[in-house]
């Protein structure tokens, strides 16, 4: 199975900052989803770029994709304290099973 | 809309026992639902697929007989942890993608919100 697999961070930013976390994977794609998870909770989808796309936006979420270097980058612009979060990307590997990377852990200090 | 509940959030049993988890699509049917585990400070790895009406199927090195899965309905799929140990404790997520999503869609799932299980 392909892992998407995030850059191992553990980012403390303050509020207003912008976030950037970046995830590569292995094989070839079709999308390319990222993911995001409250602290016990369950997870939340974000957006989702697909492999023909380079950049994509989402309010104040900004995804791109360079299938070149099998790689992704998350930006959340404008942090908040509402966005402390672990973030996860992940890739399909067949029959719509995902497979997750191992996340990257955002604290925005108020 | 797209809610996914599970039942229980949280459980703790003893060693040896068994222990079941539900995971419901309120309010759309899922075909197939699928059941994550994760362990603290990690990310989520994928268990199995459940398919409505027929046999569960599980990734590598994830034992079936230890993971018993059931997909009874298409709003309704359970996981059994068998004889459960403290390895096994863990954080176990379903999500279920809509009956509705064409298969040339991209992968719609929808997460239900966890549950803690501790094996003492």
């Known amino acids: 199975s392909q892992q998407g697999e995030e850059d191992p961070q553990a980012l403390s930013i303050q509020e207003g900052e912008n976030a950037t976390m970046n995830c590569s994977y292995k094989t070839s794609i079709n999308n390319l989803q990222w993911y995001r998870q409250n602290s016990g909770r369950g997870l939340v989808h974000l957006i989702l770029i697909r492999s023909n796309e380079r950049e994509k936006h989402s309010g104040r979420l900004r995804v791109t994709l360079d299938t070149s270097k099998k790689s992704s980058s998350l930006l959340i612009t404008a942090s908040r304290a509402a966005d402390t979060a672990s973030y996860f990307c992940?890739?399909?590997?067949?029959?719509?099973?995902?497979?997750f990377g191992k996340g990257n852990q955002v604290v925005v200090i108020p | 809309g797209a809610v996914v509940s599970q039942h229980p959030s949280w459980v703790i049993c003893k060693s040896g026992t068994s222990v079941k988890i539900e995971c419901r699509s309120l309010d759309f049917q899922a075909t197939t639902m699928f059941w994550y585990r994760q362990f603290p400070k990690q990310s989520l790895m994928l268990m199995a697929t459940s398919n409505e009406g027929s046999k569960a199927t599980y990734e590598q090195g994830v034992e079936k007989d230890k993971f018993l899965i059931n997909h009874a309905s298409l709003t309704l799929s359970t996981l059994t942890v068998t004889s459960a140990h403290p390895e096994d404790s863990s954080f176990y997520i379903c999500?279920?993608?809509?009956?509705?999503?064409?298969?040339?869609?991209?992968?719609?799932?929808?997460f239900g919100p966890g549950t803690r299980l501790t094996v003492l």
């Open positions: 992940a890739t399909d590997y067949g029959n719509n099973r995902l497979a």
């Open positions: 999500s279920a993608r809509s009956i509705t999503t064409s298969p040339n869609s991209y992968n719609e799932q929808f």
